[in-house]
């Protein structure tokens, strides 16, 4: 190496050093913490080690056991470990304790600026939740005081433990020297199991439960932990015999009841506590003890036969007024479990790896809530809260200590509020309540506030409502104290408590849920079979549909997404940006359900999603589809349908009804088709027949018109009989009922204005007033028929149309509009030869739209069919006329 570079390596090597010397002395490595070590003293979660100071910024976690927290949880600084102090606290480290921990030995560095006096106590802590995991107090303490057992010990820190079952666990520590032994029992059980740990009677040719000397643990029904000496002479509960003696698993009180010295039970509690669902109790006994009848000698240099128990324990009652732990003779029968292991109790190795991890870890009072029955709320001491620290009153409901409540979406709560006037209630997303505006931390109240307060006397009722929207865990909580509630589990129950409207769809293979509120809709489908996704669309077909898709994914998790679809390919249909919120998606049993909420009227423009409106006066066609996968990306053949909805079903949002779309039934195209001939033939035909013909000689006009009108209103009547018969009934619903009956009523008058019509004047008088009032109002009413049977024929192809999606009604609709065009224009052509005729002096003075003309003879009867009589036939005398001659003067 040339001496430059060499030089250069020590310049390096000596500035390195120098910054590894000013690092150490500004991190104050003679502070007189260094060296102090602690053990950690758990208090809600599992968390065990044991602290080291290493120097003035920096320390290490020996044998860390932790479950993990939020992403919020570190190591924190704080004058003490009551709430107030907590909240005041700050962050001692910035690495998060957010995983499980599993008996590791770590190093953690204080942030900038800290140094040990300023942390009192070091805790495991998480600001959000106010959660306190564990702690140590450094205040005070000084390096000498590593060596007193009083300062280093902690009530769930021994020196050993044996891992007995995945479940179970055995924590020693051995005083030779004092002739115990502090034992701890560890189980991922529920608060109902007791624990048992004990010798098996030496001697035996094969390990028996029988003369075994044991300790049964556990918990009272009030929570707290107890531990007492027990003996087996049989294979039962404990039992009284006949005789007066008892035998079973029996505690040794019971065996020796004159004893009055106190030396038969022989096992002392320590601690006991349960967290995240695990039971946790401490006691010691006498290796040797001076009671040989009931009591096994430990040796705790040599290998003994232990035996473990877990099982259900049954409370005292008024006949026996001690804990009967269940047993039976075979290992792993329902409720109970127990076995043989080999111990040497001066082995001090930890045989124990990460903290117990229960399944169940809310083990606290439950509450699961039921329709119209009321949860009573008071105050009371806080005993046994599931999240310390915590204040001195909590909330309790019906008589329980801050119990966990579970509620279903849907189903109304019904709160009665006895709980003071300082302690109003309220339903909160904050886990710490009493109001988080006071901690500048935001948190939305779904129920409850100011006025949600009462006492027993006159108590306060409060009704919350939980809905598809509501998060899956919110808190109860007072809204002037913190951390006096605690959880509420909000579950789904069934969709149609969660949804006020519900339909099957077509086959019965879909149900479609719905709720209108406000402006937005919340939409639920369900799958009545397996499938690998589920689809719903709506439109009359999958092609130029908005369909809603919803499917799990191999990793378990549930997905929505909004699409157009243009074609029948995998290529046409195209994912949408539509503003859906609270999705979620699921499968019960392989059949997928999935929910969402979306507005009535996308707030967008310009892309296609933007015209997905839903208008609830207007019936929605829904239609599903199924199939084996789905996914995010491009899709495939593999993503078809293999099951479809035949026909749409429409869905009246706002009354909750649906009905089938169903192809145009017969009897309807022919009562559609019997009004075209009735309004789009007959009566125009009748019509001009009146209007145009009248320069024929005879009667032609009248016959035709007669003929025709009577025709035109026969098939009227008749087509409005099968439509009726085939709907059975009639409403008038719809706008094309309701223009038909106008159009038919008018129709209806035409020949009741003919048989009341008045008589015309004789010998060209002018009209009387009657006859010039019944011929307007006959021209009014015929061509408002006419208009109104037009407009009819045109409103019944729309009708046809939203009703049964008929693709051929824009044509049917077009040749409508063309043969109006060519009526009319026959008219036009009609109307102007007429008006030629009358110029020519043909006509006359006929024209005018009546029935008759100046020159008809008024007593013609339109509803009669027979010759047309002149007036002076008719009231000619039947006798013969006298004539009178004169003679002729000249």
């Given at each position: ?92 480290a ?76 055995v ?10 032994i502090d ?24 390990p ?9 643990s ?23 015999r006949?005789d ?31 967290r ?26 040599r290998?003994?036969?232990?035996i ?59 509450i ?27 909330l ?63 108590p ?69 079979k ?128 649906a ?6 039934r ?101 009209l ?45 609709t ?5 043969w ?49 009589v ?14 009178q001659l ?5």
């Amino acid at each position: 190496m040339a001496p430059a570079a060499l030089r250069l390596l020590l310049a390096i090597l000596c500035l390195g050093s120098r910054l590894a010397r000013a690092a150490a002395a500004g991190c104050g490595s003679n502070t007189s913490l260094a060296g102090y070590k602690a053990d950690l003293r758990m208090s809600q979660h599992q968390l065990r080690g044991r602290v080291e100071v290493l120097d003035g910024c920096s320390f290490r976690v020996a044998a860390l056991d932790l479950l993990p927290g939020s992403t919020s949880t570190r190591w924190w600084r704080a004058d003490g470990t009551d709430l107030d102090s907590l909240s005041r606290g700050e962050p001692a480290a910035a690495e998060p304790l957010d995983r499980t921990f599993r008996s590791e030995s770590l190093v953690f560095r204080l942030l900038p600026g800290l140094s040990w006096p300023l942390v009192p106590v070091l805790a495991a802590f998480d600001p959000v939740t106010s959660s306190l995991f564990g702690f140590v107090r450094l205040s005070g303490a000084n390096a000498s005081d590593s060596s007193s057992s009083s300062a280093a010990s902690a009530p769930t820190m021994l020196d050993s433990c044996a891992q007995l079952s995945p479940r179970f666990r055995v924590r020693w520590t051995l005083h030779e020297a004092n002739n115990s032994i502090d034992i701890a029992l560890e189980a991922a059980v529920g608060s109902e199991y007791y624990m048992a740990f004990g010798w098996a009677k030496p001697g035996a040719a094969k390990p028996s439960v029988i003369g075994a000397d044991l300790a049964v643990s556990g918990f009272t029904e009030d929570g707290l932990p107890f531990a007492e000496d027990y003996y087996v002479t049989k294979y039962s509960e404990c039992l009284l015999r006949k005789d007066g003696l008892v035998e079973g698993v029996c505690p040794d009180t019971i065996y020796d009841r004159d004893n009055t010295t106190g030396l038969v039970n022989n096992t002392r509690l320590v601690y006991g506590h349960r967290r995240d669902g695990v039971s946790f109790v401490r006691f010691s006994r006498p290796l040797v003890s001076e009671d040989k009848r009931y009591d096994v000698s430990v040796d705790g240099t040599r290998n003994m036969t232990v035996i473990w128990a877990i099982g259900l324990l049954r409370p005292p009652d008024s006949l026996r007024p001690y804990y009967l732990p269940l047993m039976s003779r075979r290992s792993g029968s329902p409720g109970t479990a127990f076995t043989f292991a080999k111990l040497n109790l001066s082995d001090a190795s930890n045989g124990c790896v990460g903290p117990l991890d229960a399944e169940d870890k809310e083990d606290q009072a439950r509450i699961t809530t039921e329709r119209n029955t009321p949860l009573v709320v008071t105050v009371g001491p806080a005993l046994h809260y599931p999240n310390p620290p915590n204040p001195d009153k909590v909330l309790y409901i019906n008589k329980k200590e801050a119990p966990l409540l579970k509620v279903e979406r849907g189903v109304p709560v019904t709160f009665s509020i006895e709980a003071g006037h300082d302690a109003p209630l309220y339903i909160t997303s904050d886990p710490v309540g009493g109001n988080a505006t006071f901690r500048n931390a935001s948190e939305i109240i779904y129920a409850g506030g100011p006025k949600a307060e009462g006492v027993p006397a006159t108590p306060t009722e409060l009704v919350w409502l939980p809905d598809r929207n509501t998060p899956d865990q919110v808190y109860y909580q007072s809204l002037y104290d913190p951390k006096m509630g605690w959880k509420i589990q909000v579950v789904d129950g069934g969709l149609s408590d969660m949804y006020n409207n519900s339909v099957l769809l077509d086959d019965q293979q879909v149900t479609f849920f719905w709720t209108l509120s406000g402006d937005s809709i919340n939409i639920a489908a369900r799958g009545e079979k397996k499938s690998g996704y589920l689809a719903i669309g709506f439109g009359s077909a999958m092609v130029n549909s908005y369909a809603y898709v919803g499917w799990v994914d191999g990793n378990g998790k549930g997905h929505v997404k909004s699409y157009w679809i243009d074609g029948k390919d995998g290529m046409s249909v195209h994912e949408t940006h539509e503003n859906v919120t609270h999705k979620r998606c699921r499968s019960e049993n392989g059949a997928v359900v999935f929910e969402f909420t979306r507005p009535l009227t996308p707030s967008c423009s310009g892309r296609v999603e933007c015209k997905n409106i839903i208008d609830p006066t207007t019936p929605l066609k829904v239609i599903w589809a199924m199939g084996a996968q789905w996914s995010p990306g491009p899709l495939s053949l593999k993503n078809m349908h293999s099951d479809t909805s035949n026909r749409p079903i429409r869905i009246l949002l706002l009354s909750g009804l649906a009905e089938a779309v169903e192809d145009l039934r017969p009897v309807l195209a022919v009562h559609g088709f019997m009004m075209f001939v009735a309004w789009a033939i007959l009566l125009p035909g009748g019509i001009m027949a009146a209007r145009y013909l009248k320069h024929l000689k005879g009667e032609v006009w009248f016959q035709a018109h007669t003929y025709l009108q009577y025709s035109s209103i026969a098939v009227m009547f008749l087509g409005v009989l099968f439509a009726v018969a085939e709907l059975r009934g009639f409403s008038f619903k719809s706008r094309h009922a309701r223009i038909g009956a106008v159009a038919l009523t008018f129709a209806s008058m035409q020949p009741i204005n003919a048989y009341l019509r008045p008589h015309r004047t004789e010998n060209g008088e002018s009209l009387p007033g009657n006859r010039v009032v019944w011929e307007y109002l006959h021209v009014l009413t015929g061509r408002s028929a006419a208009l109104a049977g037009t407009v009819a024929l045109f409103t019944g192809l729309q009708h046809l149309g939203h009703r049964y999606g008929s693709k051929t009604i824009k044509g049917l609709t077009c040749g409508l509009i063309l043969w109006v065009i060519s009526v009319t224009l026959v008219t036009a052509y009609l109307e102007y030869m007429a008006i030629k005729r009358r110029t020519a002096g043909a006509d006359g003075p006929s024209g005018k739209w009546v029935l008759g003309s100046s020159e008809e003879d008024d007593t013609v009867d339109l509803l009669q069919s027979d010759r047309v009589v002149s007036k002076m036939e008719s009231n000619s005398s039947p006798e013969p006329m006298e004539v009178q001659l004169e003679p002729l003067k000249r």
